[in-house]
T-cell receptor
């Protein structure tokens, strides 16, 4: 059973471009969480999704950021018109239920030039 | 809102015990966790404890929870150079969808 997959592992964008980060949860997992880690800081919760539904987006900036977890395919975190402050590592985690452990992917490191 | 605090840095000699401390503010926390992050990597769950427990032991790892003081610690016995990493304390509440609230991380350096 493959772990949580994230791609790309590294992404470089210029200011104003769009960034799309993908997360494929572990097989059988329907709960997906996205976290952001700024340099030298801990991880901060962004959004929690179950298949086709956003359950909690309280940690996600209101503008430029969106997330989806379609019925088929990976979860996508989309950042429009990126700014330098978006440079961070973005981690996805998945679990099979609320009671169970969250398994983390290796992260996508976004650099905005 | 919830807050989780950790000391920034710990230096320990190989073979000694390491103790990493964490405090949290959310009294409704359901689970408390310790994660390990090596450079450029994701997070590895080391251990977790339910909020109604006060101790859990797993091989070289011992977790102590003082719920009254909202204090969590991780003891690593016989620390090895491979234990050098950043350790994150985190808490979650089932009512909040089990999203994790992390501390800022403690960087542990093990010296030979």
């Amino acid at each position: 059973n493959a772990g949580v997959m994230q791609n790309p592992r590294h992404l470089v964008r210029r200011r104003g471009q769009e960034a799309r980060l993908r997360c494929s949860p572990m097989k059988g997992h329907s709960h997906v969480y996205w976290y952001r880690q700024l340099p030298e800081e801990g991880l901060k919760f962004m959004v929690y999704l179950q298949k086709e539904n956003i359950i909690d987006e309280s940690g996600m900036p209101k503008e430029r950021f969106s997330a989806e977890f379609p019925k088929e395919g990976p979860s996508i975190l989309r950042i429009q018109q990126v700014v330098r402050g978006d440079s961070a590592a973005y981690f996805c985690a998945s679990s099979s239920s609320l009671e169970n452990e969250q398994f983390f992917g290796p992260g996508t490191r976004l650099t905005v030039l | 809102g919830e807050d989780v605090e950790q000391s920034l840095f710990l230096s320990v000699r190989e073979g000694d015990s390491s103790v990493i401390n964490c405090t949290y503010t959310d009294s409704s926390s359901t689970y408390l966790y310790w994660y390990k992050q090596e450079p450029g990597a994701g997070l590895q769950l080391l251990t977790y404890i339910f909020s109604n427990m006060d101790m859990k032991q797993d091989q070289r790892l011992t977790v102590l929870l003082n719920k009254k003081d909202k204090h969590l610690s991780l003891r690593i016995a016989d620390t090895q150079t491979g234990d050098s990493a950043i350790y994150f304390c985190a808490e979650s509440t089932r009512a909040a969808g089990n999203k994790l609230t992390f501390g800022g991380g403690t960087r542990v350096l093990v010296k030979p």
